[in-house]
């Protein structure tokens, strides 16, 4: 017993070793300022991020679903554009990703952001929704705060550090290596698992200040949950990770003022 006491303690040691608490973004006029544990590097996630991506737009290429139809390819990189100059208020180091944006023809309505700026926008999404420019700006600002926020690693750390029991003992042992399938990790958080209600709200708020940064109405943020909501959550991919509810119509509601003049200056 005490052998095994002993192991857990060392087990312990180990994860708090790796452990760092980060402000991943600043504050922005919205006030975001949650610090968050991180057990995986920001480089690692980010390599298994692009790999991820890669699959995912092989996938499409071979299906011939990748940016077929220029229209809608030029729309969602134009609205794009406007929003991923506005990253740097909250990380000026988002000006040196490598920002990627590409389009999946595909009936499901889903987006998303993958950690360093990998951006895919599924066409169910505009044409079940019939999303206006405004309303395809707030789901990519919200896809995009996301991953301003890190919490796809920030979700990876948590799950490491659930596995505790297993992988401290197992190093504090000798008893084989910790390599982890990050690319698949990320996949999984990306397309399965759902957001906490927490990150969800975070990326709500920072994306309805990306859209006004970028002089994208912020009242549209409602609008496309209105849309949402009515579409139901059994026809749409996004719910399973991205839950709606009235609670965050209302949250967005009380701080879309927050952001309304960022909006009007950046339409002068």
């Known amino acids: ?109 889903n987006a998303y952001c993958m950690p360093g700026g990998k951006i895919m926008v599924y066409t169910g999404l505009i ?43 197992a190093l504090a042992t000798g008893a084989g290596d910790m390599t982890m399938e990050l690319a698949n990790q990320v996949a999984a958080v990306t397309f399965t698992l759902p957001h906490s209600r927490e990150q969800e709200a975070e990326a709500d708020r920072v994306g309805l200040e990306l859209m006004a940064r970028a002089g994208y109405d912020p009242n549209a943020s409602i609008t496309l949950w209105q849309k949402m909501g009515k579409l139901g959550g059994s026809k749409s991919e996004f719910f399973s990770t991205h839950p709606s509810s009235d609670s965050r119509i209302k949250d967005l509601q009380a701080n879309v003022p927050k952001v309304a003049g960022l909006y009007e200056a950046a339409r002068r």
């Open 127 to 169: 044409e079940q929704l019939h999303a206006t420019d405004a309303e395809l700006a707030a789901v990519i600002g919200h896809e995009i705060a996301h991953a301003l926020r890190e919490h796809s690693r920030e979700r990876l750390s948590r799950a490491y550090a659930q596995q505790l029991a297993l992988t401290g003992i």
């Open 1 to 109: 017993m005490r052998s095994f006491h002993k192991v857990l303690i060392a087990g312990i040691a180990v994860l708090a070793a790796g452990c760092q608490t980060v402000q991943t973004t600043q504050p922005g006029a919205i006030g975001v300022e949650r610090k968050q544990h991180m057990l995986v590097s920001e480089a690692d996630v980010e390599k298994g991020a692009q790999v991820a991506y890669q699959q995912e737009l092989d996938k499409a290429k071979q299906k011939g679903a990748l940016n077929a139809d220029k229209n809608t390819y030029d729309r969602v990189q134009t609205i794009s554009r406007r929003l991923i100059p506005q990253t740097t208020v909250f990380r000026p180091d988002a000006a040196d990703w490598k920002w990627e944006v590409n389009v999946q023809t595909t009936d499901d309505v």
